[in-house]
T-cell receptor
Framework: GENVEQHPSTLSVQEGDSAVIKCTYS??????FPWYKQELGKRPQLIID?????GEKKDQRIAVTLNKTAKHFSLHITETQPEDSAVYFC?????????FGTGTRLTIIP | DTGVSQNPRHKITKRGQNVTFRCDPI?????LYWYRQTLGQGPEFLTY????????KSRLLSDRFSAERPKGSFSTLEIQRTEQGDSAMYLC?????????????FGEGSWLTVV
């Protein structure tokens, strides 16, 4: 089955700096790659997603890139703010089934 | 958009008891999913429905677990003879059924603690 690896597991950045989280996947048939933000005790919330026919997508301070050949995708958050502190999960989807990475705990240092 | 609704939000049960969780998806969504999340881990896929048909089940879903979606609307997840290892958050999610790569929206989850 699909295997998704995510790095780093923890990340601390100064407020205003950028944060980058990277994921790799194993199944070349995966075609949908969402990113979720999860605050303590709450549900995963979709923040951005990308489909396999697109290489990059941006939404304000958040961007995602996808390299299908290398089977990796990355989340970029610019101008980080304290409210960006949370756990971020990447996921890869094949046949409507999401396989999640192990998460990155992002801490924004004021 | 009222979102995906789950209840109960929290359940504490003694080992060996049965528990049932309910999920009400977003009203126009035909696909419904159950995931399980333990502390420090990402959600793990359990099962998935297209309308009332259960199309896929993970091997994580032992025979103590059963999920139903009888009329293609709400779904229930029942765990029989609970074990301490069942303690987790059970997440329901839904998506529309237009092709592949649909956005999946999660509910707030149902926390299960087995004591």
């Amino acid at each position: 089955g699909e295997n998704v690896e995510q790095h780093p597991s923890t990340l601390s950045v100064q407020e205003g700096d950028s944060a980058v989280i990277k994921c790799t996947y194993s199944d070349s048939a995966s075609n949908y790659f969402p990113w979720y933000k999860q605050e303590l005790g709450k549900r995963p919330q979709l923040i951005i997603d990308i489909r396999s026919n697109v290489g990059e997508k941006k939404d304000q301070r958040i961007a995602v890139t996808l390299n299908k050949t290398a089977k990796h995708f990355s989340l970029h958050i610019t101008e980080t703010q304290p409210e960006d502190s949370a756990v971020y999960f990447c996921a890869a989807s094949k046949n409507e089934k999401l396989t999640f990475g192990t998460g990155t705990r992002l801490t924004i240092i004021p | 958009d009222t979102g995906v609704s789950q209840n109960p939000r929290h359940k504490i049960t003694k080992r060996g008891q049965n528990v049932t969780f309910r999920c009400d998806p977003i009203s126009e969504h035909n696909r419904l999913y159950w995931y399980r999340q333990t502390l420090g881990q990402g959600p793990e896929f359990l099962t998935y429905f297209q309308n009332e048909a259960q199309l896929e089940k993970s091997r994580l879903l032992s025979d103590r677990f059963s999920a139903e979606r009888p009329k293609g609307s709400f779904s229930t997840l029942e765990i029989q003879r609970t074990e301490q290892g069942d303690s987790a958050m059970y997440l329901c999610a839904s998506s529309p059924s237009t092709g592949t790569g649909n956005t999946i929206y999660f509910g707030e989850g149902s926390w299960l603690t087995v004591v």
